[in-house]
């Protein structure tokens, strides 16, 4: 029997290039159209997508549905990226559905058609998988862009989400804010409400003209829908206008903007099969999870995947404020990829917070920029050491030791994110035996 992630991991030896939405739709057919069994939420934007995707499972998982996710990348495992609610789908349910697929994209090849890329692959196990276990509700975060993204084959979601917007993926998606957004804005159909990041005007606009295009009520959601009271070891109290109280279990400030767009969402969604009361809401939006954005991984240790500019602003709000919160200097650790602009991210770093120490770390990737190459960028910009390390162990061990009692940020590609969690947890494995 073909083992499922063996054969995903090999899938960009022999694909070509993305299908269209028509051809996505062709192999969606040879399933049985699994997409058209499940309402959904369709999320697109630059950052925070898995955030607010992990929000509103977490509330609709409070409210008693069964609600299935899928979000990209993965950290560790690709099982990661089908959520049952919220919890990865195990070994069984993933290998069930790649061989259903499997199986498709063998007819499919029969009449001519190229096998699947990676990610149009992922899709189509996550569809498959939901239907399979009978989910009630849908969670589904576009890859890359929206408008031609394979998941903007869903015909009439429950709502369109489009989270902050930055630049990013600018050799896809066009180079400027303007082009990206309509790219996002791509995903809004005809009558289904969109619920947006307000923040950046001339994103904004862009998202507006489309919903107004598409006779699709938009809700803007900005700094004016919600106030910071209190912030915590643990997360940050927050409220409405309308008087509703929330605990965001997340200390980095973004995260309070991303939930208030899953609040407008829930809020939004006029199903009468899927309501949630105020509690539930409530009670969600503090039971939420979501690994590697700004992760407490250890008493004075933090993980982000923050990799484009408009992330690494994010991330410097959150260290800042962690950093004068608990009186401790900061020493960072970064890995990025080829693709990403790690020169900007760079400069946005060591002009915006006085580090006591920088590492740098190649990637286990082939996309995995070069230790060298990040030091000579980061020594040109900083005015403390920098520090080469050509893998994360070395560089996880380097840099504690490093920073000691200090505080030690963990920034840049997911990838790296995922290789230093599971780093921490062999060493958790070693330290219990």
């Keep these: 029997m073909i083992q499922a992630e063996e054969y995903l991991e090999h899938i960009p030896m022999w694909t070509r290039d993305k299908h269209s939405l028509t051809e996505v739709r062709g192999f969606l057919d040879q399933l049985g159209n699994p997409d058209r069994e499940t309402p959904a939420i369709h999320v697109a934007g630059t950052n925070g997508k898995g955030s607010v995707c992990a929000f509103l499972t977490s509330v609709y998982r409070q409210a008693g549905f069964r609600v299935g996710t899928f979000v990209s ?12 609610n919220g919890e990865r789908a ?31 692959f992922l899709f189509y196990m996550a569809m498959t998988l939901f239907a399979q276990e009978e ?15 394979a998941t903007n084959v869903l015909e009439k979601p429950l709502a369109c989400v489009i989270t902050s917007i930055s630049l990013d993926h600018t050799m896809y998606l066009g180079d400027t804010l303007k082009d990206i957004a309509g790219e996002k804005a791509g995903i809004i159909k005809s009558g289904v409400p969109v619920i947006y990041d307000d923040t950046v005007k001339e994103a904004s606009e862009v998202i507006k003209a489309r919903a107004l295009r598409m006779a699709a009520e938009a809700f803007p959601v900005g700094t004016g829908d919600f106030t910071m009271e209190e912030e915590e070891t643990e997360g940050i109290w927050t409220r409405t206008p309308e008087g ?51 992760e407490r991984a250890g008493e004075n240790l933090y993980l982000d995947g ?47 917070i006085r580090w006591s120490g920088i590492g740098v770390v190649h ?71």
């Design 73 to 84: 990348p993965h950290l560790e495992s690709v099982r990661e990226r089908f959520l049952i």
């Design 90 to 120: 195990d070994r069984e349910m993933v290998q069930a559905a790649f061989e259903k697929v499997l199986k498709a994209v063998e007819r499919m090849k029969e009449k001519g058609f190229s096998h699947p890329s990676y990610f149009e």
């Design 135 to 149: 989910m009630d509700l849908m969670i589904i975060e576009t890859g890359l862009g929206g408008r031609l993204d």
């Design 244 to 294: 509703l109280r929330f605990f965001i279990p997340f200390e980095a400030p973004y995260q309070t903007e991303n939930a208030m767009l899953a609040i407008r969402t829930v809020q939004a969604v006029g199903r009468p099969s899927i309501q949630v009361t105020e509690s539930q809401l409530i009670e969600g939006i503090g039971k939420a999870r979501w690994a590697g954005r700004m």
């Design 306 to 352: 923050a990799h484009n500019p408009g992330g690494i602003e994010a991330f410097i709000q959150a260290a800042q404020a962690l950093m004068k919160r608990r009186k401790k200097k900061g020493f960072l650790l970064f890995g990025a990829v080829s693709d990403k602009d790690y020169r900007s991210m760079a400069e946005l770093l060591c002009s915006r």
């Design 363 to 433: 990637i286990h990737s082939s996309r995995g920029v070069e230790a060298e190459a990040l030091a000579e960028v980061f020594s040109d910009k900083a005015d403390c050491p920098v520090a080469a390390f050509q893998g994360v162990k070395e560089a996880l061990c380097g840099m504690k030791k490093q920073a000691g009692e200090e505080l030690l940020f963990c920034v840049g590609s997911l990838y790296m994110v995922g290789e230093l969690k599971a780093q921490l947890a062999e060493m958790e494995r070693r330290e219990d035996t």
